[in-house]
């Protein structure tokens, strides 16, 4: 086991170390002394400290060291201005950017991806040269899908991901946690901080039988999501087992993995297993194989593990599924969809068919669509409803183009379209249908919420296989059911489709296509571009030190009343073009809060000038008078999504502490981890007490430590005699330093410096 082996074929300094990752699951196997899955044993044997980390499922968090970090190009440009803004020389773990999202399907592959380039050019200028000057790995716009792009380069078994967004468990089918996060996580992991997750639990999928037929791996996870529901998976890793497993290809176990994001799992993971270890060689990993492989029982789940929950499928009886609309957990068995489309007034015409995505477009998903499209050329008879296909990969389009698959599909009516997410992200420039008016899709992709693939709240999207989807194009028809109906021929003879085939492989290996990666080169980087013009970026200033004093004479910005969410505090819809511009997006700072003194969003006064004004504007005037200020909230505030802008927008106005009755977690250390002070009254009356536009100093900051509180002291407007009250705080020893540093990324700089 002493041989060095890499990570991937892309980096020349990145090894696998198998042997440290076993030598702290050992640590943690003999402190817990009970049997453990897999995704149990990678999590642990990825702990920053195995020998005293706490390990409740459920109730602890985790500190742990991932091994990569994976960024899509939307959520990648407020972590990189972070980063950036540490003024620390490169990443500290393995990083790459992945341009996918921003590519809009208009009228077909090369095209969109050419007017794509146009419209993003700043974003993917400033992308490219952050990454080469901060040795992140770029794959240009036409790579592909970020997920297809890691499984076929980066994922390996028993290693850990992160990835800004939220279909990163698609790696499972390699045998990874691979776990979608906010970017505050990944800028966490960029800069060398330990990355925390609340311990999950543990769901079984027990797969027994044999996948069969018309039957996929998509319906697994489409029988899954019926059973559990969007919310069962919450908190929860899904790990698969059983005899059925070996059924399944690597890639389709990805597609499970990947669709795990529809039941709210934490991530979900098929063991290391064969199939892992010849998808590794067709890509160019045998070592990686030949590594695994040596570690045998360590790589699955002890004999007898414990799962907090467990479900059966029996894959012989598995039936091909339609899920939708407008929710993926809303399961019908093909046998039944005709009358389910009947009984529920679902508009019986299909007008596109959607296939491809990072869901569903392995060779071996687009090698069976293309031989139901070779059986239709056969009988002389084309798609009637509109076809896309969507490449996951260059190297998946270039396989598919050399070995004529693309062709076929074409010639049956596809329209092949960019190697990116397109229709599955909204960006479809669809021109069938206006907008209101009900109709029906079904699609391979993984979500089907209302309006996701259209913006037409009225379209009735239905998420199945690749194999289901191809066959009903032909039919143009909801009502058609490719197990037991008939088409017509060319000649008006009936006919049926034969089961799909395809191969899981390519058996002359895969073509890797256009180059469409960057490496990073730090020696030789020039510096990031950004335009000092753009709205949509703008580069980050370190946030000032801590001054050594108490803070006094501060304003309250805002007494908020009642639910306070990331929401509310920072808004999304069309803000989100402002994510990589913290000037311009801190605009919508809790304008969606509802301010005590008036009852009312948005409108505050300003009491140095007594006139009223929206909650940003009179923040910056604060800001740049001088005026130090903090915000007052209810209970659980910051509740809602991990979004780091609720957190960098206060810091960025010039907030000094956010003080509630409670807060939730995840913005509660966001604001830790920008240098404000998240505190918390020990006497909740003490919030009624206060008013909006009394003057308030924190006290005690010169000894800020673990476990001791700090004091509030009131000056009332009327006044009358100041009071105090103590405020509660979660810091430990590391998060002070973050506090007193300005915030953990300056924290971490200084480390680094010294
Ligand atoms: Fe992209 Fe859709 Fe996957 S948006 S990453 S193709 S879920």
């Known amino acids: 086991n002493t041989q060095r082996v890499r990570m991937n074929n892309l980096e020349q300094n990145s090894f696998i170390n198998y042997e440290r990752l076993k030598q702290n699951l050992d640590i943690v196997k003999k402190r817990l002394n009970r049997p453990l899955t897999y995704s149990e044993k990678i999590l642990y044997s990825h702990l920053d400290d195995p020998k005293n980390q706490d390990i409740e499922r459920g109730v602890s968090y985790l500190r742990l060291r991932p091994d990569r970090v994976a960024c899509q190009d939307a959520t990648a440009q407020m972590a990189i201005l972070q980063f950036m803004s540490a003024g620390m020389p490169e990443v500290a773990v393995p ?17 969109d991806l050419a007017r794509a380039e146009t419209t993003n050019k700043e974003v993917y200028d400033f992308l490219s040269s952050a990454c080469a000057k901060y040795n992140i790995g770029f794959w240009r716009p036409g790579s592909g899908i970020i997920h297809q792009i890691i499984l076929e380069n980066y994922a390996f078994p028993y290693s850990l991901l992160i990835g800004t967004d939220s279909h990163t468990p698609n790696a499972g089918g390699l045998g990874q946690v691979a776990i979608g996060v906010g970017g505050a996580d990944a800028v966490d992991v960029m800069a060398d901080l330990p990355w925390e997750l609340k311990c999950p639990k543990t769901i079984g999928v027990k797969l027994t039988g044999k996948l069969n037929g ?39 176990m990805a597609t499970i993995c990947n669709m795990g994001a529809e039941i709210g799992a934490t991530t979900s993971i098929f063991p290391f297993n064969k199939r892992m270890s010849q998808y590794l060689r067709a890509t160019n990993r045998g070592p990686i194989a030949t590594l695994a492989e040596q570690y045998g029982s360590v790589f699955a789940a002890d004999g007898d593990a414990h799962y907090d929950e467990v479900v059966e499928i029996n894959l012989d009886e598995l039936e091909p599924h339609l899920n939708g609309p407008f929710t993926p957990d809303l399961a019908t068995p093909v046998s039944k969809f005709k009358d389910a489309v009947k009984k529920n007034d679902w508009p019986a015409e299909l007008k596109v068919g959607l296939i491809g995505s990072c869901t569903n477009s392995s060779y071996e998903d687009m090698t069976r669509a293309a031989s139901i499209c070779q059986q239709a050329l056969d009988k002389g008879i084309k798609a009637k409803s509109i076809f896309t296909i969507t490449p996951g990969s260059e190297q998946v389009r270039a396989t598919l183009a050399r070995d004529g698959q693309l062709e076929t599909m074409s010639k049956a009516g596809g329209i092949v379209l960019a190697n990116a997410c397109g229709p599955c992200i909204g960006q479809w420039k669809r021109t069938d249908v206006k907008k209101g ?51 017509k021929d060319a000649n008006g003879n009936d006919f049926k489709f034969e089961p799909p085939s395809g191969e899981g492989l390519p058996s002359k290996g895969y073509d890797a296509g256009a180059n469409t990666y960057v490496k990073p080169d730090p020696a ?57 511009h913290l000037q311009n997006i801190s605009n919508n700072y809790m304008i969606g809060a509802i ?40 209970e659980n505030l ?88 103590t405020l509660n705080h979660t810091f430990n020893q590391d998060q002070i330093e973050w506090f007193k540093a300005g915030s953990a990324l300056n924290h971490m700089a200084d480390v680094r410096k010294n």
């Open 95 to 111: 990083t790459t950017v992945h341009c996918d999202h921003l590519i809009e399907a208009f009228s077909g592959g090369k095209k």
């Open 214 to 252: 018309w039957t996929a791996p998509k319906d697994v996870i489409l029988k899954v999501a019926g059973i559990l529901t969007v919310k069962g998976g919450t908190g929860a890793i899904v790990e698969y087992f059983g005899p059925g497993v070996e059924s399944l290809s690597c890639t389709g």
């Open 524 to 580: 030789s980087a020039k510096d990031v571009v950004i335009d000092p013009q753009s709205n949509r970026l703008q580069r980050l200033k370190p946030f000032s030190r801590w001054d050594g004093k108490d803070a006094t004479g501060m304003r309250i910005l805002i007494k908020a009343k009642g639910k306070c969410t990331t929401d509310h505090i920072s808004a999304a819809g069309p803000w989100l073009k402002y994510r990589g």
């Open 437 to 487: 008016e009900k109709n029906s899709i079904v699609t391979s992709y993984n979500r089907n919420f209302t309006g996701r693939n259209d913006a037409n709240p009225a379209t009735h999207a239905f998420v199945t296989s690749p194999d289901i989807v191809t066959a009903m194009v032909f039919a143009g028809d909801m009502r058609f059911n490719p197990l037991t109906d008939t088409l």
């Open 638 to 725: 910051g509740e809602g999504s991990s979004r780091e802008h609720a957190a960098l927008e206060p810091r960025y106005l010039g907030g000094t502490a956010i003080i509630t009755k409670s807060f939730a977690r995840i913005h509660e250390t966001n604001l830790k981890k920008q240098g404000l002070l998240p505190l918390t009254f020990a006497d909740p009356s003490a919030y009624d007490k206060i008013n909006y536009n009394d003057k308030v100093d924190i006290l005690g900051l010169t000894d800020f430590a673990p476990g001791k509180p700090l004091t509030l002291k009131v000056h009332p407007a009327d006044g009358s005699a100041a009071w105090t009250t």
């Open 595 to 634: 301010n005590s003194e008036n009852g009312e969003a948005n409108k505050l006064k300003n009491l140095e000038t007594g006139d009223y004004a929206s909650v940003p504007e009179v923040a910056l005037y604060y800001r740049d008078h001088g005026i130090r200020w903090v915000t007052i909230g209810e």
